[in-house]
C-alpha cells in the first residue's frame, strides 16, 4: 500500500500545485460535466438538474480561495459531487462505495483526495472497459484519521490528516 502524507501537495511555493489541480480540474470538470448533462436532458430532466446542482457545488469548491489545508469534511463533499459526475459519465463502469468509520475531522491539502481519484480514473478506467468499483474509506488510526483511496484492483493510496 502506497502512503501519502497530508503535506504531500504543498511545496516551499505554498499552494502552487494545488493551484495546478484548480485549473485543471475546472476545465475538465466543466466540459464532461456539462456533455453528460446535455445527454441526460432528454431521457431524464431529473438526473440532469442534479448533475448541474454537483457540478455547480464543485465550481463552487474550486473557485473558493484557500490557504493550501481545507478541512477533511469538506474535501471530502467535493470528491463526493465529483464521483457523481464521473459515475454519470461511465455509467455501470464505475461503482462507488464509502465506508465512513469516524468522525471526518482534521485538515488536508486541498484536492490531496481528488489527485488520487485523478490518477485512478487516468490510469485505470479510461484504460479499461471493465466495470471498476472506487471505495473510500474514512478510518481512524492511532489518534490519526487517515483517508484510503482504493480501486477494484487493490491499488490503494492514504492520506492522513494534519492538525494544522
Known sequence: MKQAQGNQMVNE?????ANVFKARISRHLLFNA???A???CRRSPKEASKLIIELSECLLYTSEEKTGFVSLQDELEFVRSYLYIQSVR???????????ECEPQGRIPQYAVYSVLED????KLM???ANVTITIVVSCLDGEIAVTVMDSEGTSETIYTTNQ
Open 13 to 17: 511555493n505554498g499552494n502552487e500545485k
Open 90 to 100: 461511465y455509467g455501470k463502469r464505475l461503482q462507488v462505495e464509502y465506508h465512513i
Open 34 to 36: 456539462l456533455n453528460a
Open 120 to 123: 485512478m480514473f487516468r490510469n
Open 127 to 129: 484504460k479499461t472497459r
Open 38 to 40: 446535455v445527454a441526460l
